[in-house]
C-alpha cells in the first residue's frame, strides 16, 4: 500500500483528538458553572451512548444541528428525573461548545503517528463535526500545522458517508481517490463513505467493534507504521 499512497485523509474526534477525555472535562466545567445536580462520571455514563445515536441521526440528516445539541443533553438529563427547560438546555449546550476546546488532549500516539507519517505523505482532515470548533481543536492541540486542507460536513452541506464530503476534500488537496487512504473511527461514516468513492480505507477501532475481516483495522495508531 505505501508505494500507492501519497496523500491521508484523518477524522479528527475520536481517532486523534481525544474527544472522550477533553468532553467529560468540558462538563465538569460547565456543570460547575451552572450547578447542575447530576454527578458529572454518572452523566458521562449515560451521555455517551446517547451522543453516539444521535451523531448517527445527525448523519443520517434525521435530525440537525439543534436538535443534536439539544437533544442529547434532553435525552441524557431525563435518565436522571431532570427536566429542564429549553432555555436552560440551550445554555448548557451553549457551554460545552465554548469549553469544550479548552481542553485538548490526543490520543495515545497521535502525535507521534503524525510526526512519522508527515515527511512522506501529504496530510489532511476530513470531519463531520462544526467547521469553527474544529479548527479551534486542531489549532489548540497544536497538531494543526501537519494538515494541508480541512473538510468539514458543514463547510460541505452534507455529511459523511455522503460521497460529496470525499469528493470535496479531494479535489481541495488535488488528490485522486486512487492514491489516498481514510483513516477513521466510524465505520459507516469513515470507511464506507471513504470506499464509495474508490479511496482505501484503514479503520481505527477505538470501540473495538467487530468489522468484516476484509478491511484493514488498527487498534492503536501506531500500528498505522505497519500500513504506511
Known amino acids: 500500500m505505501k508505494a500507492s499512497i501519497t496523500h491521508i485523509f484523518f477524522d479528527l474526534d475520536h481517532t486523534l483528538w481525544d474527544f472522550d477525555r477533553n468532553s467529560a472535562l468540558a462538563f465538569a466545567r ?5 450547578a447542575v445536580q447530576v454527578p458529572v462520571a454518572d452523566f458521562i455514563e449515560v451521555y455517551e451512548p446517547i451522543n453516539f445515536d444521535y451523531w448517527k441521526r445527525f448523519r443520517e440528516e434525521r435530525v440537525g444541528k439543534q436538535g443534536l445539541r439539544r437533544g442529547r443533553l434532553i435525552d441524557t438529563f431525563l435518565r ?5 427547560s429549553l432555555d436552560i ?4 449546550a451553549e457551554s460545552y461548545i465554548d469549553e469544550l476546546p479548552g481542553n485538548n488532549h490526543l490520543l495515545d500516539g497521535a502525535e507521534e503517528i503524525l510526526e512519522y507519517l508527515a515527511p512522506n505523505y501529504n496530510l489532511h482532515i476530513i470531519t463531520n463535526g462544526f467547521q469553527e470548533v474544529q479548527e479551534l481543536k486542531l489549532r489548540k492541540s497544536a497538531i494543526g500545522h501537519f494538515f494541508e486542507t480541512i473538510t468539514s460536513s458543514e463547510e460541505v452541506g452534507v455529511k459523511k458517508p455522503n460521497p460529496l464530503v470525499f469528493e470535496t476534500a479531494l ?5 485522486k481517490s486512487s492514491e489516498s487512504i481514510m483513516i477513521g473511527d466510524t465505520f459507516e461514516a ?38 504506511l
Open 80 to 84: 436522571f428525573n431532570q427536566n429542564y
Open 190 to 227: 469513515d470507511i464506507l463513505g471513504a470506499e464509495g468513492v474508490g479511496m482505501k480505507t484503514l479503520f481505527y477501532n477505538y470501540r473495538k467493534e467487530e468489522i468484516p475481516s476484509k478491511y484493514l483495522l488498527v487498534n492503536h495508531l501506531l500500528e498505522i507504521k505497519n500500513h
Open 89 to 92: 438546555i440551550d445554555a448548557l
Open 30 to 34: 460547565v456543570f460547575e458553572k451552572h
Open 171 to 175: 479535489k481541495k488537496a488535488s488528490a
